[in-house]
């Protein structure tokens, strides 16, 4: 933010070779397998390959799952955020820790932990199915579920660092002038770190839509069901992978489109406020 | 406002930045041709350096037994350490033909080992055992499945392998021959991960090798059922053209032939080839 508009006042040309040169290798390492996947496409036989109902299918499935995942994240994860940012409480720290495991822990184990726990022999599932029948795993619910315990740390993370930055100032001004925690939470917390809920909002949106481990050990894989892109990219690649391409092509393009028109709209903007 | 976070945020990943680009450096001025991508001559130069090493890339459902007999194998030629790679047969053989180095393929379909054949990456292969299904259910069997036919009720939930692995193309063969319609919860991506979907019970029953059932000891049972028989997977095991081992290859190859391989594979479930 700071830096944007340094780099705009000094133009590129003054910035230190020391840092740009490892910045240009940065750029090129994660955009040269970019590259590799467009030279491979195999377009001629794009656009037949792209109208295929199993791919429109896994790729309305994944923006609706990644979409809903990031409600539920937001839904549970600004308020946790909150809690680990403003209240001080015995092993906070333990807590803070303990939230961010699915970002270490591999999503195929962070799958089978899910199992465990609302998987229909689980320890929660059990319950849930024989007091109301409700089976998560190979659902679509249960893809939202996988995609919302991979991606929500990463909502945590962002929205946590934007509460601990933020003038605490102005809240203790609200709550002088009488507002309930509530009211101020609602009033001028929220509108305050609105930048970081947004950039945690699509970390935690992205991260979602790129999900395969935890959602094909929780949710299996079934066409049109729990089969996200990833997954349909992955079982292409056993026998087609020129199919895998064109799967993989549309999910970055997708992306880039989406994140990009975020970003220009939300991100800067929010942050220049 | 993320300043306190961003210091840390930022620092990660420049670091790493550093040592990427020093480590790239570094190469670039040892040897020039680093950045050619031709995975023949690299495998080549690294030969002499890797001859002690044995590199056998096998199906999934060889995970045990192959073990076994690369343990065996290390004991007949010391100084050689035999490292594995086990998965799909169908993810395997695409990794072969982008260029893994390795030494032995061994494979749960005859399609799968088509795929490294016809890029010639392999001579003519032996197929080494056959392996059949059963249906795996969880050991108190709670939808009461006794046949394949079982499989179709809707209320019975069912895993199967994808279509487009080795154990999925078996399945869907069976179910063709039976003239039965299962419609599974999940189609899996490899035979383990189709076992472990009963192991912990989420489903009622899933067609995994018989193989499979043996090795999960006791954590579900197996049911035979008669259309398995015309559903029988062929493994063929060869030798790759390009085996950084050299003849080490060969070696293992033949182990897995001889009369000490075959007590090994048929102990553990498979049925002899010939």
């Known amino acids: 933010m700071a830096a944007d508009d340094v780099s705009r006042r000094s133009g590129l040309t003054r910035a230190p070779w020391v840092l740009l040169a490892p910045a240009l290798l940065g750029m090129a390492f994660l955009v040269l397998p970019l590259a590799g996947l467009l030279v491979r496409a195999p377009w001629t036989t794009l656009?037949?390959?792209?109208?295929?109902?199993?791919?429109?299918?896994?790729?309305?499935?994944?923006?609706?799952?990644?979409?809903?995942?990031?409600?539920?994240?937001?839904?549970?994860?600004?308020?946790?955020?909150?809690?680990?940012?403003?209240?001080?409480?015995?092993?906070?720290?333990?807590?803070?820790?303990?939230?961010?495991?699915?970002?270490?822990?591999?999503?195929?184990?962070?799958?089978?932990?899910?199992?465990?726990?609302?998987?229909?022999?689980?320890?929660?599932?059990?319950?849930?199915e024989s007091a109301f029948g409700i089976s998560l795993p190979f659902t679509t619910a249960g893809v939202v579920v996988a995609e919302a315990f991979v991606a929500m740390p990463f909502l945590v993370i962002s929205v946590e660092g934007a509460l601990r930055a933020a003038d605490l100032r102005f809240e203790e001004a609200a709550a002088t002038l009488g507002a309930s925690r509530w009211t101020v939470f609602r009033r001028v917390t929220v509108p305050l770190v609105a930048p970081g809920i947004v950039a945690g909002a699509v970390l935690c949106w992205a991260r979602a839509l790129g999900e395969f481990g935890a959602t094909i050990t929780f949710a299996g894989n079934f066409p049109g069901r729990t089969q996200t892109m990833p997954l349909a990219v992955y079982l292409a690649l056993e026998t087609d992978p020129d199919s895998a391409i064109v799967l993989s092509l549309v999910l970055l393009v997708v992306s880039v489109v989406i994140l990009a028109s975020l970003r220009d709209r939300w991100v800067s903007a929010g942050s220049a406020a | 406002?993320?300043?306190?976070?961003?210091?840390?945020?930022?620092?990660?990943?420049?670091?790493?930045?550093?040592?990427?680009?020093?480590?790239?450096?570094?190469?670039?001025?040892?040897?020039?041709?680093?950045?050619?991508?031709?995975?023949p001559s690299a495998a080549a130069s690294s030969a002499p350096a890797t001859a002690n090493t044995l590199t056998v890339f096998a199906a999934a459902s060889l995970t045990e037994t192959f073990t076994e007999l690369g343990k065996a194998f290390e004991a007949s030629h010391p100084g050689v350490t035999v490292t594995f790679n086990f998965g799909s047969s169908a993810t395997l053989a695409q990794q072969i033909t982008q260029g893994a180095p390795a030494d032995v393929f061994a494979a749960a379909s005859p399609a799968t080992m088509k795929t490294v054949t016809d890029a010639s990456l392999a001579g003519s292969p032996t197929t080494f055992v056959r392996n059949k299904l059963q249906i795996a259910v969880p050991p108190d069997n709670p939808a009461k499945v006794a046949s394949l036919k079982d499989l179709t009720d809707s209320k019975v939930k069912v895993a199967l392998c994808a279509e487009q692995v080795p154990c999925g193309a078996a399945a869907k063969k069976a179910l063709d021959v039976a003239g039965l319609k299962v419609t599974p919860v999940t189609f899996e991506q490899d035979v383990k991960a189709t076992l472990t979907k009963v192991e912990l019970g989420e489903v009622d029953a899933a067609l995994v090798y018989k193989t499979d059932v043996l090795s999960s000891g006791g954590k579900v049972n197996?049911?035979?059922?008669?259309?398995?028989?015309?559903?029988?997977?062929?493994?063929?095991?060869?030798?790759l053209t390009k085996a950084p081992g050299g003849p080490l290859a060969q070696q293992f190859v033949d182990l897995v032939l001889s009369q000490q391989g075959k007590d090994v594979l048929t102990k553990a479930g498979f049925e002899s080839a010939a």
Not at chain 1, 60 to 77: D, E, H, I, P, Y
């Open chain 2, 222 to 239: 197996g049911i035979d059922f008669p259309e398995a028989d015309q559903a029988i997977n062929d493994y063929p095991i060869a030798a």
């Open chain 1, 47 to 128: 656009p037949e390959r792209l109208t295929a109902p199993h791919v429109l299918d896994a790729l309305r499935l994944s923006l609706f799952t990644a979409t809903v995942a990031t409600a539920v994240s937001l839904l549970l994860g600004v308020p946790l955020a909150w809690l680990l940012a403003r209240v001080s409480f015995p092993g906070r720290s333990l807590v803070r820790a303990l939230v961010t495991i699915p970002l270490v822990l591999p999503p195929v184990v962070g799958g089978v932990a899910l199992l465990l726990v609302l998987g229909r022999r689980g320890l929660v599932g059990q319950w849930l």
């Open chain 2, 1 to 39: 406002m993320f300043r306190s976070v961003s210091r840390w945020v930022v620092a990660a990943p420049a670091a790493l930045a550093l040592l990427l680009g020093s480590a790239a450096c570094g190469s670039s001025g040892s040897d020039s041709s680093a950045t050619s991508s031709s995975a």
